[in-house]
């Protein structure tokens, strides 16, 4: 399968932002996905771009694309307890099937 | 309300003793998927299906069967389940195009202890 990397652990605390980073290694990524996932809860799609975009802003979440280095990278601004999660990247590169590759996931504690 | 259910949530068993996960999808998705999630590994895919009796391997199939006979429901079939395969299972589902349109949803997880 592709590789795709995340650091395993974030912590930031409550009102400052969060910078969650992704890279990946296949250049042929069509869509590059950002999901989250509560306790016990399954896959919430948060956001995603389309590999020809360098940035996508969604009201706290801010997407950076930095395609000549293969690196993809989740930004939220004033970081709420309700963001404690894991946080996944994936992407689909596109084979014909639509085969979504994850990270491993990042843990965000926000401390209060 | 679109969805994806699994059943059982949560399931405890012995090794050898044949299982059944069921997945079922309301949303006339041509594609599924199932994978596993396991700390520090992230979720990797077991099997996915394209449409009706068209399925095909992902990067862990070893151990896992499926089936396709319906478009709404993917069963994941572990014939002689292994203390290895106790993990965390996600169904997803997504329309089989191209574009903002393939989001996958997923369903709630099953969590699958094997002894």
């Known amino acids: 399968g592709e590789d795709v990397e995340q650091s395993l652990f974030l912590s930031v605390r409550e009102g400052d932002s969060s910078v969650i980073n992704c890279t990946y290694t296949?250049?042929?990524?069509?869509?590059l996905y950002w999901y989250k996932q509560e306790p016990g809860a399954g896959l919430q799609l948060l956001t995603y771009?389309?590999?020809?975009?360098d940035m996508k802003q969604d009201q706290r979440l801010t997407v950076l694309l930095n395609k000549k280095d293969k690196h993809l990278s989740l930004r939220i601004a004033d970081t709420q307890t309700g963001d404690s999660a894991i946080y996944f990247c994936?992407?689909?590169?596109?084979?014909?099937?639509?085969?979504?590759?994850f990270g491993t996931g990042t843990r965000l504690t926000v401390i209060p | 309300e679109a969805q994806v259910t699994q059943n059982p949530r949560y399931l405890i068993t012995v090794t050898g003793k044949k299982l059944t996960v069921t997945c079922s999808q309301n949303m006339n998705h041509e594609y599924m998927s199932w994978y596993r999630q396991d700390p520090g590994l992230g979720l990797r895919q077991i099997y996915y299906?394209?449409?009706?009796?068209?399925?095909d391997k992902g990067d862990v199939p070893e151990g896992y069967k499926v089936s396709r006979k319906e478009k709404r429901n993917f069963p994941l079939i572990l014939e002689s389940p292994s203390p290895n395969q106790t993990s965390l299972y996600f169904c997803?589902?997504?329309?089989?195009?191209?574009?903002?349109?393939?989001?996958?949803?997923f369903g709630p997880g099953t969590r699958l202890t094997v002894l």
């Open positions: 296949d250049s042929s990524s069509t869509y």
């Open positions: 994936a992407e689909i590169v596109q084979t014909g099937a639509n085969n979504l590759f």
């Open positions: 299906s394209m449409n009706v009796e068209v399925t």
């Open positions: 771009i389309f590999s020809n975009m």
């Open positions: 997803a589902s997504s329309a089989q195009t191209s574009g903002e349109r393939d989001t996958q949803y």
